[in-house]
């Protein structure tokens, strides 16, 4: 993943100087990129306002609105807020954080200390959880030999959970990285108790480009409501730098991907469009809201013709489920009972088992600690309705005949074995999958999809429980 390639089209910004090498020193950056301008905390809202400068994290919320909530909360506590840079990026969909990281971390922690010291702030915090990551982050430091805040990098657990923006404050605080609840914003209390600007990399990559070009020339791409520039991860492979508006399909033809059976825009807390709204969509916020998508992270994935639909969300929606903090039930016990309940409908449980799904998404929805149950029974919802012809042949017929490919990506886990089919014994009870649904999946006719599956370390006790359950004595360990 470190690998990852990148391109742009038109001229590159936030890549600028990578035409020629792979990675920006601190003198390559200062060459391409100038010397960073200072401003105060009002002057600098105001120039994110200018161009519209929104998370590229997932929620879009409004930098402005959250530099000033900032300033507002540190003058009633007469405190000195902590800058945050969010690098972690733990969906498997995205790299464009990581890109940048990797490739012109300077940039990064420009955007950063501009943010810091125009709020006079305590200290600079980026947490990641990649060793690629961090290492070039130290790296980087150690070129700059001082800065005049303190900057530090912090790495966390490798989980979904760990980027969530009160799961980071307090993983930094305490190295517990699990979302606070309760509905207190980072921006009065984050990292040490105390007002908190937390944002993505790719934000404070932007906010630097802004305030070196100034509002003007920054407008020049884009769109009058998005302008500037936008960084995807295309198909889980590919980074990219476009300016916001371009044809979302002719940006895929650019690739040689096709948009197939639909794309799933935002990663796997955003929607699916379906081909006739994907054909349409421009590379927006806006755009992408309005055909009932969401640009969330920047993760675009077109699904082939080849694969199998329901399966791909199915294979999602159980690392999502398995991606829970475990501390709150609506994630812990919910989203589990979402899956189960999914694979009945893919297994053609009819109208039940729709019934059912149903049910478990409105049980999760608007009771977790953060927002991973809702956006987890979004994603489901999403694949539903935009593959609903796909819906129709698993559930009261025999399924759609393909296979599952695999085609979004999951983590690489470590294997600690595999559970091994004996075909001579299988007679298809189907109960191995009811306990370890992560490692076997069924094909159409109701056998296992693969004679020999990994299992991960974490799973090797669900894995013997699979072999125990098996009434025909087909399974086993190796």
Known sequence: MSGAPIAWLGRPVLF?????????????????????????????????????????????????????????????????????????????????DAALLLRTPHLVLDGALLAAESLDAEQVVVGVTRVDTEQSLRRALAERRSTRLPVSVVRLPERFVSGEGSALARGITSGIALPRGGGVRTSDSGVGGMPTLLSNAETYAQLAVAARLGALPYREVGTPAEPGTVLLTLAGTQVVETPAGVPLRDLLAMFDLSIGQGVLVGGYHGKWLTPRAAEVALVSRESFQSLGGALGAGAILPLPETTCPLGEALRVARWMADETAGQCGPCYLGLPALVKALEEVVRGGGRAALDLVESRMRAVTGRGACSHPDAASRFVASALEVFDEDLQLHSYQYGCGRPVQDVLPMPVAESAGSIVVDWTLCEAHGLCTSVLPEVISLGVDGFPAAGVMPVPPQLLQKAARAVDRCPALALRIQ
Do not use: I, W
């Open 16 to 96: 600028a100087g990578l035409e020629h090498t792979e990675q920006l020193d601190y003198r390559a950056h200062l060459v391409v990129h100038g010397q960073l301008p200072t401003m105060p905390a009002d002057e600098l809202a105001d120039l994110a306002e200018n161009v519209n400068l929104r998370g590229r994290g997932g929620a879009g919320f409004p930098f402005a609105r959250k530099l000033r909530a900032v300033v507002k909360s540190a003058a009633r506590r007469k405190g000195r807020p902590v800058v945050v840079v969010n690098g972690t990026e733990g969906e498997p969909s995205c790299l464009k």
